[in-house]
C-alpha cells in the first residue's frame, strides 16, 4: 500500500535541519526523514481490531511539527512513540477486515477514530484509573502492554497512521459515522473535540470575559465550542491573518484584536477592560485586572508570556498549543495567584451535566444543527500530493487554509 513514511534517522534528520536554512523544502525533500512509497499492510495485532481503509486524514499541527523536525531533544514524550510513524490521527474510514471480536462493526462502515491507544488498545486489564474514569487521553500505560510505546494512532510503529492506505484500530476506537454527516465534516471531529475539552478546562461562565490566542483551526473551534457552551461570555481573540478574522467572527468572537506589542494597543484594551496596564525600561507591558479566563492555542513563550500578562488575578490559563519550550518570565504567574492547566486531546467529557465520549457530543450537534463546519473549510490533497500540502500549510496565511487533508476516496485498492 502507499503510505508517507516518517523516521528521523540521524543521518536524515541533520541533513534536513541544515537544508532548511536555506528552504523549509528540505523537510520533505529526498534526504529528509519523510518518503512516500510502498510499506506493508498492518496485521490486527489482536481479534478486537480492525484494517480501516482511508478515506480523508486531516494534517494536524503536531503532524507539521514531526516533520519539520520542532520537537526539543529532552522532551519527556518522546517515551511515547515508536518509529517508524506514519502519521495521521484526524481520520475517518471505512472498515476493510474486522477481527473476530470487533464489537458489532461491519466490513464497509464509515468511521471517525479516536485516536488515543489507551489501556483498552493495549489489552492492559484491569485499566488505569484514568482509563477507568473515561479520561482515555491521560492513561498512564501509553508505553505498555501489547503495543510499543505511542501515545496515538501515527506515532506507533505497529499501527500505521492516516496518511497510508491502511491502518490498523481498536474497536474501542471506532465511532460509526451517520450517513447526514459528511466526509469534511467527520474529519475534522477530532480538532472540534480538542476545542471542546480546552473550553471545558476554562470554566468559563456568564459575564466572562475570555481571550484566545491563534486562530488557527483549533483557535477558531476553541471560539466556537466557548460560545455554545456559554452564550453569556465575552470573546476576545488575536488572530493574524485577515480571513481568519472573519472565520473568528463567523464562529460567535466579540472582538479581534490585532497581533502586536504595541503598548499604545495594550493601553486601550487595558482601558476596554477596566484594567490598568503596568510598564518599565525592562519589564514587558501586564495588566493588573483582565482576562478572566485564557486559552493560548498556539503555546510559544511569548503567547504563555501574553496570556499571563493579560490575565486577571486569580485567573485561569489554559495551554491548549505547543511549541518548543523556551523561558518565559512566569513571576505574575505566583503573584497574581494563576491557574496554568494543561489540555491533552480529549475523551470522556461533561457537557450539561452528563458524561459522555466528546465525538458523542460533537456529533449530536452537527446532526441537530447547533454546530456547522462552514467557518472551517477542508482543503483536500492527495497523497502523492504531499510536498504541495506541507508547502501549503508552511504558508497558510497567503492561501486562506484553515485545514488541509490527504484525500484517498477513488484510490485503487491495495
Excluded at 485499566?127 to 494512532?153: E, M, R
Aim: glycine letters at 10%; aromatic letters at 8%; proline letters at 7%.
Amino acid at each position: 500500500m502507499k503510505a508517507l513514511r516518517f523516521h528521523p534517522t540521524l543521518a536524515r534528520a541533520v541533513s534536513a535541519k541544515l537544508g532548511s536554512v536555506f528552504t523549509k523544502a528540505a523537510f520533505w525533500g529526498p534526504h529528509s526523514p519523510l518518503s512516500y512509497g510502498e510499506v506493508p499492510v498492518p496485521e490486527l495485532p489482536s481479534p478486537g481490531w480492525v484494517l480501516v481503509r482511508t478515506r480523508l486524514a486531516g494534517i494536524c499541527g503536531s503532524d507539521l511539527a514531526a516533520i519539520t523536525l520542532k520537537g526539543s531533544l529532552d522532551s519527556p514524550l518522546q517515551r511515547f512513540v515508536s518509529f517508524p510513524m506514519f502519521l495521521g490521527h484526524e481520520i475517518v474510514g471505512q472498515v476493510e477486515r474486522c477481527g473476530a471480536d470487533a464489537g458489532g462493526l461491519r466490513e464497509g462502515e464509515r468511521v471517525a477514530v479516536y485516536p488515543i491507544l489507551s489501556c483498552a488498545p493495549r489489552g492492559i486489564s484491569p485499566p488505569c484509573p484514568f482509563c477507568a474514569a473515561g479520561d482515555f487521553n491521560l492513561c498512564l500505560n501509553l508505553a505498555a502492554g501489547a503495543l510499543p510505546p505511542g501515545q496515538v494512532i501515527g506515532v506507533n510503529s505497529r499501527t500505521g497512521g492516516g496518511f497510508s492506505e491502511l491502518f490498523v484500530a481498536h474497536r474501542s476506537q471506532l465511532f460509526p459515522v451517520p450517513e447526514s454527516v459528511g466526509d469534511e465534516q467527520a474529519v475534522l471531529l477530532d480538532p472540534l473535540c480538542v476545542a471542546l475539552h480546552a473550553a471545558l478546562q476554562a470554566r468559563v461562565v456568564a459575564g466572562m470575559r475570555v481571550l484566545v490566542l491563534g486562530a488557527g483551526i483549533v483557535g477558531l473551534a476553541v471560539v466556537r465550542m466557548l460560545r455554545l457552551l456559554c452564550p453569556g461570555c465575552r470573546i476576545f481573540v488575536v488572530a493574524r491573518h485577515p480571513f481568519q478574522k472573519e472565520l473568528a467572527l463567523a464562529c460567535g468572537a466579540d472582538r479581534i484584536l490585532a497581533e502586536t506589542e504595541d503598548p499604545q494597543a495594550g493601553e486601550a484594551l487595558a482601558a476596554e477592560l477596566g484594567a490598568t496596564q503596568h510598564r518599565a525600561r525592562t519589564v514587558r507591558p501586564f495588566f493588573m485586572g483582565g482576562f478572566e479566563a485564557v486559552l493560548d492555542c498556539v503555546g510559544t513563550a511569548r503567547t504563555l508570556q501574553r496570556s499571563i500578562a493579560w490575565s486577571n488575578h486569580r485567573g485561569r490559563v489554559v495551554l491548549v498549543g505547543a511549541s518548543p519550550p523556551a523561558r518565559f518570565e512566569w513571576s505574575l504567574l505566583y503573584w497574581k495567584e494563576l491557574e496554568l492547566v494543561g489540555s491533552m486531546s480529549f475523551g470522556t467529557e461533561t457537557v450539561d451535566g452528563v458524561r459522555r465520549h466528546a465525538f458523542d457530543v460533537v456529533l449530536g450537534w452537527l446532526l441537530d444543527g447547533r454546530l456547522r463546519t462552514d467557518p472551517f473549510p477542508v482543503r483536500t490533497f492527495r497523497l502523492a500530493e504531499y510536498r504541495d500540502a506541507l508547502r501549503s500549510l508552511m504558508d497558510r496565511g497567503a492561501g486562506g487554509l484553515v485545514k488541509a487533508a490527504f484525500d484517498f476516496r477513488g484510490e485503487e485498492e491495495t
